[in-house]
């Protein structure tokens, strides 16, 4: 069953795991079958959704307003996450020479009014700073934050791939709590478990989103060293824990890092949605979860 997360400092909910639309281009989907599938994954308790103005080429929001367009009224069960302040260098926007960040007030601004266009909605219930931008004013940001919120256009604010003196600069600058860091956590990328980002935010009581939980698929197909001694380490705690797919074990995994972490999935394939919620009631040993660490970090603890 997925529970809800509260964030305390904002009695904003999240559900436990959170649905990623990175892809939705991808998948081929008319329409309708968008719209189903936001149906079938709410109903399985899974109600948080991840954008970001660029995903998909800038196509995924608008692919899924237009699903969501078709039933209004599921709006008021979904807690929208989406992103801003990367510029991408494409057909849409040829005029400029390189991809780039931009946190200025008036782009976090303009990203977010069409980000509501995009998406088919009055409010977003969460925007997060997608990377850190050298150039990042806190006080300009704070600036746009506090206009987005003053008229309604965002509940809350995060960020993404912080590291935290990062946050902390940001936090520094605003009023209200910054509440999630999105950050990457799989068995074979977890550095954040060790340059501060996860300690800072469990100290804070703040949940981490964890994406590419399943490092994009390299678990299962990657053929170096690493890459074959975690799949092997997991299949083996998968036998012991009796379930037939890893990806429960990777999920199970990332929930043992004390901050709680809410992790994102990938796949527009709801069976997929289904393993993982299915997942959601195994708990791995400290002993299974050093197994992992150790056959991805390829020796022991110190």
Same mark, same amino acid.
């Given at each position: ?13 999240? #559900? ?87 946190? #200025?007030? #008036? ?116 053929? #170096? ?78």
């Amino acid at each position: 069953m997925v529970n809800q997360i509260t964030m305390v400092a904002q009695q904003l909910h999240f #559900s436990e795991l959170v649905q990623g639309y990175w892809r939705l281009a991808e998948w081929g989907m008319t329409a309708q079958q968008r719209l189903a599938f936001i149906e079938q994954h709410l109903e399985l308790g899974v109600t948080t959704v991840d954008h970001a103005d660029i995903y998909g080429d800038y196509q995924c929001e608008v692919l899924f307003g237009e699903a969501l367009a078709l039933k209004p009224s599921l709006r008021q069960q979904l807690q929208i996450v989406t992103k801003c302040d990367i510029n991408l260098c494409n057909t849409k926007y040829p005029q400029r020479r390189i991809n780039h960040y931009d946190t #200025s007030k #008036s782009h976090i601004i303009e990203s977010v009014n069409k980000s509501l266009t995009n998406l088919q909605v009055d409010n977003i219930d969460l925007l997060l700073i997608h990377r850190p931008d050298v150039l990042m004013d806190a006080d300009e940001v704070a600036d746009a934050f506090a206009e987005l919120k003053q008229q309604g256009k965002v509940n809350h604010f995060g960020v993404s791939n912080f590291l935290p003196a990062q946050f902390d600069l940001l936090q520094s600058r605003l009023e209200q709590p910054l509440v999630t860091n999105q950050i990457e956590i799989n068995p074979l990328n977890f550095e954040v478990a060790h340059d501060g980002t996860l300690d800072q935010l469990q100290m804070k009581r703040i949940h981490p989103m964890a994406w590419s939980c399943l490092a994009g698929g390299d678990i299962f197909t990657g053929r #170096s060293e690493q890459h074959i001694r975690v799949r092997e380490t997991l299949t083996e705690i998968a036998s012991e824990m009796g379930v037939d797919s890893i990806n429960q074990v990777i999920y199970a995994w990332i929930r043992c890092l004390p901050s709680k972490p809410l992790a994102i999935m990938g796949s527009g394939d709801i069976e997929h949605v289904k393993l993982a919620v299915a997942g959601l009631d195994f708990r791995l040993s400290r002993e299974q979860f050093y197994r992992v660490w150790a056959a991805s970090k390829g020796h022991g603890v110190p």
